[in-house]
């Protein structure tokens, strides 16, 4: 214990003393609104502290129930983004069925603007695999009407021809490929010249010699000299022209988009997809000569 000098025991006596009768007062004295004075001072010592404990208090529950709040949010985010998510799914894939309606819709109107044609449509499947050849293949075979060598188109121009049939199947060569080829004329001054594939997207148009006058952007369309494809059908345009020896070195750009193929038409006969000529309207022009009777289309 530690011991208090005598002189000031009588001072610190004197201040306990003073301390004490103050105390006493403030139990005795009453305050009107606020009751004894010693309750005045005791919850004016207490309010610090309990202003204190309770905003720390509040800022736990708080944080607390921010960090609830966090976790129910973070669950809800992961929801809507998985809602999203499928959301986006269902609009590609609606996309997508409103881009094929619209190519199917474009068939139609084509087959509907030439109904004298038998023609029939099919989806594309697949594609060769290879490099050596540029094939497609269809879901439609002999069971439909096609047979070996039979014309390929779109609404857009030449696809290839049909060079396997099978019951329920076809393979069909693309117009781009080497072996491929197509009787063609040049729009404006009506040369005729075959158009063959490079194994590349451009086509070459041959035995075009360098007197004659071919200009960039003028139209191809085929001739009908094949015995495979009607005439007046769009082939492509003219994209490159260099002089050869001894003939023109002409690139086409094929008309279709043989890149992207998706339906196509298949033409089971060689009639002109024009009908009318000028000197008698209501008679049909002959087919190439020398074509074998057409096949009857088979509609399901």
Do not use: C
Request: charged share 25%; glycine share 8%; hydrophobic share 40%.
């Amino acid at each position: 214990m530690i011991a208090i000098p005598s002189r000031h025991k009588s001072l610190v006596l004197l201040a306990g003393v003073i301390v004490l009768q103050v105390l006493m007062l403030a139990v005795q004295i009453k305050r009107d609104s606020e009751g004894r004075l010693i309750r005045v001072w005791t919850v004016g010592a207490v309010s610090p502290f309990e202003r204190a404990g309770s905003y720390g208090f509040g800022s736990i529950r708080n944080a607390w129930r921010h960090y609830l709040a966090l976790r129910n949010t973070a669950k809800e985010n992961e929801q809507i983004r998985h809602e999203n998510d499928a959301l986006k799914l269902q609009i590609s894939q609606l996309q997508g069925k409103a881009a094929e309606a619209d190519r199917l819709a474009v068939l139609l109107n084509f087959r509907r603007a030439h109904t004298e044609v038998p023609m029939i449509a099919a989806r594309v499947i697949g594609a060769g695999a290879g490099t050596a050849s540029l094939t497609i293949e269809l879901d439609r075979g002999e069971r439909d009407g096609i047979r070996k060598n039979m014309g390929v188109i779109t609404p857009d121009g030449v696809v290839g021809k049909v060079v396997e049939a099978y019951p329920h199947a076809a393979q069909v060569l693309l117009l781009t490929d080497k072996d491929s080829g197509v009787g063609a004329m040049l729009a404006d001054s009506r040369i005729q010249s075959p158009v063959g594939g490079q194994g590349e997207p451009l086509l070459a148009m041959k035995y075009v010699p360098n007197d004659d006058t071919v200009s960039v952007g003028e139209h191809v369309y085929t001739s009908g000299m094949d015995r495979i494809f009607p005439r007046d059908l769009p082939v492509g345009t003219v994209a490159e022209i260099k002089p050869g020896n001894p003939f023109k070195q002409i690139r086409i750009k094929p008309a279709a988009h043989l890149e992207r193929l998706e339906e196509v038409l298949v033409l089971l006969s060689l009639r002109p997809l024009e009908m009318k000529n000028e000197e008698n309207p209501g008679a049909a022009q002959p087919s190439a000569p020398g074509a074998a009777s057409p096949p009857q289309a088979v509609r399901r």
